[in-house]
C-alpha cells in the first residue's frame, strides 16, 4: 500500500495535507511528519499542510494557507479522518485531482481514491512511520521523529490505553532513538495554562457520576467563555474524569457556540464508538466524538451512555 501511494504522489507535483477538524497531536504530528517525510523523498515537488492552526499545537507543526485554486491539480492526502466530513477544510479539497485516505479509524468512509485505512495501529502517527521504513536508504531525522512521537504519546495518552501494542512501544523507542528529547514532548504534551487548571477544578467540583459508573459534565457556553481557553485547549481536561477510580466510561460536552455542542466520549473497556455514531460521530471503541444542536440530543446521548453501562453490568 505505502508502494501505491508513493506512485501515485509521484504522477503530482503538488500535494496538499490534511487533517480532521479540532486537531490533536496525532492529527498535527502525522500531517507535518509525513509532509517532512514526502519532502526529504521528493524535494522538487511541493507539499502543503493546512488546516485550522491552533498555537497550542504550534510546536509540533504550523499550517500554511493556501488559495483555494492551488487544489485544482493537486493531489489531497487526509491524515487520520475517519470521514470526509469531518476533514478540516471549507470544501475546496474536493476539486483535487485525486484523494489518498491514511487513518487507523475504523474505515466508516471510504472516501479516497487510494485508503490506506488500519485500525490495529495505535495512532496515525504509526503508520505514518511505516513510510520511513518502506523507503529504501531513508534517513530518519530527529525532526521528523519529535512530530511522529508527539502524535504518537498523545493518541495513546502517553501509552495509557488499550490501542498500545509491542509495535507502538518498538516504533517509539526506534523514534527515541533518533536522540529526541522525549521527556520534553511528554511535559510539553502534559502542560497546561491557568485557565485549562481552572476548568479542571471546575469539572471536579460539578461532576456527575452515576449508579453505573458513568461520568458526565456538561459546560455551557456562558461558563466556557469565562475560563478563556485557547482554542484546543479544553481537549486536555477530557482525560481527567477518567483518572477516578468509580468512572467506567464518560463525556466531556461543551457549548462552544450557541446550542452546537461537542462531545468527547471515552471508555476504560465498554465499546462507545456505537453511540457516537448513533449521533452523527464516529471515532475508536474506547475514544469517539460527535457534535449535537440542542441540549435534549446531549440529555439523550447521556441516557444512552448511562444505560451501556447498566447493560454491562446485567
Not at 504550523?62 to 470526509?84: F, G, R
Not at 512521537?149 to 532513538?177: C, M, P, Q, W
Request: proline share 3%; aromatic share 8%.
Amino acid at each position: 500500500m505505502i508502494n501505491d501511494i508513493l506512485k501515485k504522489i509521484e504522477q503530482y507535483n503538488t500535494i496538499v495535507i490534511l487533517r480532521h477538524q479540532n486537531p490533536d497531536p496525532d492529527a498535527i504530528g502525522s500531517q507535518a511528519g509525513l509532509s517532512a517525510i514526502l519532502q526529504e523523498v521528493f524535494p522538487q515537488k511541493k507539499f502543503y499542510i493546512t488546516g485550522t492552526d491552533l498555537s497550542v499545537l504550534d510546536w509540533i507543526g504550523k499550517m500554511q494557507d493556501i488559495p483555494d485554486e492551488l487544489y485544482k491539480d493537486s493531489l489531497v492526502i487526509a491524515v487520520d479522518t475517519a470521514n470526509a466530513r469531518r476533514i478540516d477544510n471549507n470544501g475546496a479539497y474536493k476539486n483535487a485531482k485525486e484523494i489518498i485516505k491514511i487513518d487507523h479509524h475504523p474505515n466508516v468512509d471510504p472516501f479516497g481514491d487510494i485508503n490506506w485505512v488500519d485500525a490495529s495501529f495505535s495512532s496515525c502517527a504509526e503508520m505514518i512511520f511505516s513510510f520511513t521504513e518502506a523507503i529504501q536508504g531513508f534517513q530518519l531525522t530527529k525532526t521528523i521523529a519529535e512530530k511522529l512521537y508527539a502524535g504518537i504519546i498523545g493518541d495513546t495518552v502517553r501509552f495509557l490505553n488499550g490501542e498500545t501494542s509491542y509495535r507502538t512501544l518498538l516504533t517509539s523507542a526506534k523514534l527515541a532513538k533518533t536522540g529526541i528529547d522525549i521527556s520534553k514532548i511528554s511535559l510539553q504534551e502534559d502542560e497546561m495554562s491557568l485557565q485549562v487548571a481552572h476548568l479542571e477544578a471546575y469539572i471536579l467540583n460539578h461532576l456527575k457520576i452515576t449508579d453505573s459508573g458513568f461520568g458526565y459534565i456538561v459546560i455551557r457556553k456562558d461558563i466556557l467563555e469565562d475560563f478563556n481557553l485557547d482554542d484546543g485547549e479544553i481537549d486536555h481536561v477530557v482525560p481527567l474524569i477518567g483518572r477516578i477510580n468509580k468512572v467506567n466510561n464518560w463525556i466531556v460536552v461543551s457549548e462552544k457556540d450557541l446550542n452546537r455542542f461537542r462531545i468527547n466520549l471515552r471508555s476504560k473497556c465498554i465499546p462507545i464508538n456505537g453511540v457516537a455514531e448513533e449521533y452523527g460521530g464516529g471515532g475508536h471503541p474506547l475514544a469517539s466524538g460527535t457534535y449535537v444542536d440542542s441540549i435534549d440530543k446531549v440529555k439523550d446521548l447521556i441516557s444512552d451512555m448511562d444505560k451501556l453501562n447498566q447493560q454491562k453490568h446485567q
